[in-house]
């Protein structure tokens, strides 16, 4: 069974610190890659995907994949309160599309002023 | 800004009535999905269909029934609503093989069977 794991947290960091957040999958043939921030009480929104091993960045978020070890991060750099949220991380083997994306469980994002 | 749509945003029923939750976009997406998720607990698909008169139960059984009849409307039924049937629901979203199309969510129904 195809799996996607993420410590459950919750993982608190000060603000202006780095975040990082981990992910594991299981299945080999993973094509896509997808981080999303959930806030409490509201519906998932996507903030970074990567296809491709290394690293890609977006303003402070920088998300790394590597394929050998099945491992995928997220790293939220110069924290702020308003990112204290939930992130989850989806994993899709069926390539290019987000359809059938298996969930992370999600990590839980302190940041403290 | 969304462009699928949930409603109602809030229901609270009694035990064994009939309710149907809506879904709709506008964006044309063949696929979509129907997501079930209890507070601070993970996701889990229920239903998902990838295009008109296609529909299938995802991993998490579930009691609802979903129909696909046009490309932008989803909706989702439950027949005799039970207190376990509490939860949110989610109506996403996506076009089948393009690589910067995201999943997008609705703002979810929150469902509460009394």
């Known amino acids: 069974q195809k799996e996607v794991e993420q410590n459950s947290g919750p993982l608190s960091v000060p603000e202006g610190a780095i975040a990082s957040l981990n992910c594991t999958y299981s299945d080999r043939g993973s094509q896509s890659f997808f981080w999303y921030r959930q806030y409490s009480g509201k519906s998932p929104e996507l903030i970074m995907f990567?296809?491709?091993?290394g690293d890609k960045e977006d303003g402070r978020f920088t998300a790394q994949l590597n394929k050998a070890s099945q491992y995928v991060s997220l790293l939220i750099r110069d924290s702020q309160p308003s990112d204290s949220a939930t992130y989850l991380c989806?994993?899709?083997?069926?390539?290019?599309?987000?359809?059938?994306?298996?969930f992370g469980k999600g990590t839980k994002l302190s940041v403290k002023p | 800004e969304a462009d699928i749509y949930q409603t109602p945003r809030y229901l609270v029923i009694g035990t064994g009535k009939k309710i149907t939750l809506e879904c709709s976009q506008t964006?044309?997406?063949?696929?979509m999905y129907w997501y079930q998720q209890d507070p601070g607990m993970e996701l889990h698909l229920i239903h998902y269909s990838y295009g008109v008169n296609s529909t299938e139960k995802g991993d998490l059984s579930s009691e609802s029934t979903v129909s696909r009849i046009r490309t932008e409307h989803f909706p989702l039924t439950l027949e005799s609503a039970r207190p376990s049937h509490t939860s949110q629901y989610l109506c996403?979203?996506?076009?089948?093989?393009?690589?910067?199309?995201?999943?997008?969510f609705g703002n979810g129904t929150r469902l509460t069977v009394t």
């Open positions: 990567i296809y491709s091993n």
């Open positions: 996403a979203s996506t076009k089948t093989g393009a690589y910067n199309s995201p999943l997008h």
């Open positions: 964006m044309g997406h063949d696929k």
């Open positions: 989806a994993v899709n083997s069926n390539g290019g599309s987000q359809g059938n994306l298996i």
